[in-house]
């Protein structure tokens, strides 16, 4: 089945660096990649997400880049902010469409002002 | 205004006394989900319903059940919880199979 591995597990930025998370999937058949923001004792936020048609997308800070022969996307968040800090997740899709997502471990993202 | 609703937000309940956990939403979407989420861990889906539809996964336990009894709501029953089912619990829901899974605040269980 799909595995999705998700690095670094901690990252930790000075207050208006960029930051970057990186995910591999396994299953090629995968074409969603939607990545999650979780603040502690709330549930997963959708912050951006990717289909398998598109090599990047972005959204004011934060973007998304998708590397299909590779089988890896990036979550790239600019001028980091603290209310940045949380658990990132990134996922990729099973089957057909968005019906059933794999997770990746997370990354804990704390900015230091 | 939430759209995914979860209740309770906290639930103790004893070792193997069973327990029900709740979600609704407001979107009227055909897809609903459920998740576990163990401290420090990646959420893991236990099954979802696409519209009356139920699917399970395999390595699901059977100790863990659904219904799905209107659109806008969704159950999961715990028949005998044991301490390793203390967990975060999360709905999500989508509006048809390729699109978007939005999360519930979720339901934090613990087992006594």
């Known amino acids: 089945g799909e595995n999705v591995e998700q690095h670094p597990s901690t990252l930790s930025v000075q207050e208006g660096d960029s930051a970057v998370i990186k995910c591999t999937y396994s299953d090629s058949a995968s074409n969603y990649f939607p990545w999650y923001k979780q603040e502690l004792g709330k549930g997963p936020q959708l912050i951006i997400d990717i289909r398998s048609n598109v090599g990047e997308k972005k959204d004011q800070r934060i973007a998304v880049t998708l590397n299909k022969t590779a089988k890896h996307f990036s979550l790239h968040i600019t001028e980091t902010q603290p209310e940045d800090s949380a658990v990132y997740f990134c996922a990729a899709s099973i089957e057909q469409g968005a019906q059933k997502l794999v997770f990746g471990q997370g990354t804990r993202l704390t900015i230091n002002p | ?112």
């Open chain 2, 1 to 112: 205004d939430a759209m995914v609703i979860q209740n309770p937000r906290y639930q103790v309940t004893q070792f193997g006394k069973p327990v029900t956990l709740s979600c609704s939403q407001t979107l009227n979407h055909n897809v609903m989900y459920w998740y576990q989420q163990k401290s420090s861990q990646a959420p893991k889906l236990l099954f979802h319903y696409y519209d009356k539809d139920f699917n399970n996964e395999a390595d699901t336990p059977d100790n863990f059940q659904s219904r799905r009894p209107n659109t806008s709501f969704c159950f999961l029953d715990i028949r005998s919880p044991g301490l390793g089912d203390a967990a975060m619990y999360l709905c999500a829901t989508s509006r048809d199979r390729d699109y978007e899974q939005y999360f519930g605040p979720g339901t934090r269980l613990t087992v006594t």
